[in-house]
């Protein structure tokens, strides 16, 4: 719900009331990959989304998905699925 959110592991560790190695590996068991990963393919869905069923810019779907910027958002879309957050819309608005 609050990906989009700078939060922290240690904030989560808190909330949780785990140690940071406890929360880390009781989160891997639960989701197969670590919070850091599922944070940023949360992201990347929240971005696909809005490129596909939004006239948000692409600096406003960066803000919104929790990218620092465009070109965090660019980059890090192009190395999750080898196409910039441009050409995936336009892709997928033909």
């Known amino acids: 719900e609050n990906?989009?959110?700078k939060i922290s592991?240690?904030?989560l560790c808190k909330?949780?009331?785990l140690t940071r190695s406890t929360y880390?590996?009781?989160f891997k068991k639960i989701c197969k990959m670590p919070p850091a990963l599922?944070?940023?393919?949360r992201k990347i869905?929240?971005?696909k989304n809005m490129l596909i069923n939004t006239q948000y810019s692409i600096g406003e779907i960066a803000e919104k998905?929790?990218?620092y910027d465009i070109p965090h958002l660019t980059r890090s879309f192009e190395n999750e699925l080898g196409i910039t957050p441009a050409?995936?819309?336009?892709?997928?608005k033909e």
């Open 45 to 47: 869905e929240a971005a």
């Open 87 to 92: 050409n995936y819309r336009k892709k997928h």
């Open 15 to 17: 909330i949780a009331y």
């Open 9 to 11: 592991i240690e904030d």
């Open 65 to 67: 998905a929790g990218f």
């Open 38 to 41: 599922y944070i940023f393919k």
């Open 3 to 5: 990906f989009s959110k």
């Open 24 to 26: 880390i590996r009781k």
